[in-house]
Structure formats: structure tokens, C-alpha cells
Nanobody, 119 residues
Framework: QVQLVESGGGLVQAGGSLRLSCAASGLTFRNYAMGWYRQAPGKERELVARIGSGGTTIYAESLKGRFTISRDNAKNTVYLQMNSLKPEDTAVYYC?????????????WGQGTQVTVSS
């Protein structure tokens, strides 16, 4: 079965950096679009960034320039580099995978990793 396992979350001071990783298994990783989403307390889950099977990237407008998504198909892993973190970036960050030609936001989700940014 498909598994997405996030790691790299934690507590960081404002202005700091974190790199999240998502290791995927049970799927042909190179064919899948991968994404990072986040959900803050009391808010809906929102897109952070997405990377297509060909490497095309999409970012939430408000996060451009601070966050970078990348993928390593040899390692079946997608990354999210987060710089200049702000308290409002505090959220649970989820990895997601979307099958080729799927019209869903995502077909598979990870369990999430907590990111807390202190002021």
C-alpha cells in the first residue's frame, strides 16, 4: 500500500529554517505529482507547494521566495525547504501524492508533521 512518511518538523524560532522530508513507498514515485499542504488550528488545510512529475512547481502566493519544494526520484522523496519562518507558519504540514491524470487534490496523504515557530 502507499505510504507517505513526513519528517523534519519541530520547534524553531522566527527567522529560522527547517527542511521537511516525505519518503514515499508503494507507488511509482516519478509518475506522481507531490505536494505539501498545511493546516493551522482552526483553519482549513491549504496548499503550500506542489511539484509535478516533470518538476514543474506551484507555490502559495504568500510563500513564494521563502519556501522551496524539490524532489529526488532516486530516493522517492519530496522536500520542503522553509526559510525565514514566521509564527504564522505554525501548522501541521502534510505530504500528499496525486496519481497521474487524477482530478483530486490528492489521492494519498501522510500523517503530518508539526511545525511550530516561536516569536
Amino acid at each position: 500500500q502507499v505510504q507517505l512518511v513526513e519528517s523534519g518538523g519541530g520547534l524553531v524560532q522566527a527567522g529560522g529554517s527547517l527542511r521537511l522530508s516525505c519518503a514515499a513507498s508503494g507507488l511509482t514515485f516519478r509518475n506522481y505529482a507531490m505536494g505539501w499542504y498545511r493546516q493551522a488550528p482552526g483553519k482549513e488545510r491549504e496548499l503550500v507547494a506542489r511539484i509535478g512529475s516533470g518538476g514543474t512547481t506551484i507555490y502559495a502566493e504568500s510563500l513564494k521566495g521563502r519556501f522551496t519544494i524539490s524532489r529526488d526520484n532516486a530516493k522517492n522523496t519530496v522536500y520542503l525547504q522553509m526559510n525565514s519562518l514566521k509564527p504564522e507558519d505554525t501548522a501541521v504540514y502534510y505530504c500528499a501524492a496525486r496519481r497521474p491524470l487524477s482530478t483530486n487534490t490528492a489521492d494519498y496523504w501522510g500523517q503530518g508533521t508539526q511545525v511550530t515557530v516561536s516569536s
